[in-house]
């Protein structure tokens, strides 16, 4: 796979899958449905998101019969995909290349959700970048959501990473969970290692990560870390 989706992140490296890639996104307040729909996922309803697209992206540009086909391909791949996967999508009639990168996988209260950033390019033209939390609804369907995640502020992600950092610092053994607050946005979060091992030459963990706000929305997921020349990333 080639030209991995890349976006400006606003934390810094430990948590960086926790990140909002804010890099060549378009986001306001208003929906506009038609510019929404050729990226609503399978299906897309008024309130699904609150993105607006430019009349002259390649977004806008794909036909009516790509966009379904698209729309199948972003189900697949959230199916059956793992979390920082790259999977690319050609048009068959514009010849717009769309990639499909599951970033973080996620659960708020019982609900499936996965962070996924998508790159559009073609021939010359800049490529354009998009992040949407895509969950399950009721009929376990994917569509777009405005997500917990993407509340958390900067501050909320330096306690974050600072909280992941000495659990993932810890002795091997360590199991006992760390906790952080930030009484500015009332998020708060647990850190619990959950397995050591060495992998490659490298020390890994296992660890859940819980995160709550102040109206009793909850996140959590499960995540592997690797020791490597440049720190602990994400596996």
Same mark, same amino acid.
């Given at each position: 796979? @080639? #030209?991995?989706? /890349?976006?400006?992140? *606003? =934390?810094?490296?430990?948590? /960086?899958?926790?990140?909002?890639?804010?890099?060549?996104?378009?986001?306001?307040? @208003?929906?506009?449905?038609?510019?929404?729909?050729?990226?609503?996922? *399978?299906?897309?309803?008024?309130?699904?998101? #609150?993105?607006?697209?430019?009349? &002259?992206?390649?977004?806008? /540009?794909?036909?009516? &019969?790509?966009?379904?086909?698209?729309?199948?391909?972003?189900?697949?791949?959230?199916?059956?995909?793992? !979390?920082?996967?790259?999977?690319?999508?050609?048009?068959?009639?514009?010849?717009?290349?769309?990639?499909?990168?599951?970033?973080?996988?996620?659960?708020?209260?019982?609900?499936?959700?996965?962070?996924?950033?998508?790159?559009?390019?073609? !021939?010359?033209?800049?490529?354009?970048?998009?992040?949407?939390?895509? =969950?399950?609804?009721?009929?376990?369907?994917?569509? *777009?959501?405005?997500?917990? *995640?993407?509340?958390?502020?900067?501050?909320?992600?330096?306690?974050? &990473?600072?909280?992941? #950092?000495?659990?993932?610092?810890?002795?091997?053994? #360590?199991?006992?969970?760390?906790?952080?607050?930030?009484?500015?946005?009332?998020?708060?979060?647990?850190?619990?290692?959950?397995?050591?091992?060495?992998?490659?030459?490298?020390?890994?963990?296992?660890?859940?990560?819980?995160?709550?706000?102040?109206?009793?929305?909850?996140?959590?997921?499960?995540?592997?870390? =690797?020791?490597? @020349?440049?720190?602990? &990333?994400?596996?």
């Amino acid at each position: 796979m @080639t #030209n991995p989706v /890349k976006a400006r992140q *606003v =934390c810094k490296p430990a948590v /960086k899958a926790l990140c909002l890639p804010l890099q060549k996104m378009l986001l306001s307040i @208003t929906l506009v449905p038609l510019m929404i729909a050729p990226l609503a996922i *399978v299906p897309l309803t008024a309130q699904a998101a #609150n993105l607006r697209f430019l009349d &002259e992206s390649l977004l806008a /540009k794909l036909g009516a &019969e790509e966009i379904v086909a698209l729309k199948q391909e972003i189900g697949v791949v959230l199916d059956k995909t793992p !979390d920082l996967e790259i999977i690319n999508w050609l048009s068959p009639n514009t010849g717009i290349q769309v990639q499909i990168k599951p970033k973080l996988s996620f659960k708020e209260g019982k609900t499936e959700c996965r962070r996924t950033l998508f790159r559009l390019s073609k !021939d010359s033209s800049k490529p354009e970048f998009y992040r949407f939390d895509i =969950c399950r609804d009721v009929d376990n369907k994917w569509k *777009v959501k405005h997500s917990l *995640v993407s509340d958390l502020s900067e501050q909320d992600l330096t306690l974050l &990473e600072g909280t992941l #950092n000495e659990v993932l610092g810890s002795e091997k053994d #360590n199991k006992l969970p760390a906790s952080w607050f930030n009484p500015e946005s009332k998020n708060a979060g647990i850190v619990v290692p959950t397995a050591y091992f060495i992998e490659a030459g490298n020390p890994c963990r296992d660890v859940s990560i819980s995160i709550s706000n102040s109206t009793g929305g909850t996140m959590d997921g499960s995540y592997t870390f =690797c020791k490597k @020349t440049k720190g602990w &990333e994400r596996q």
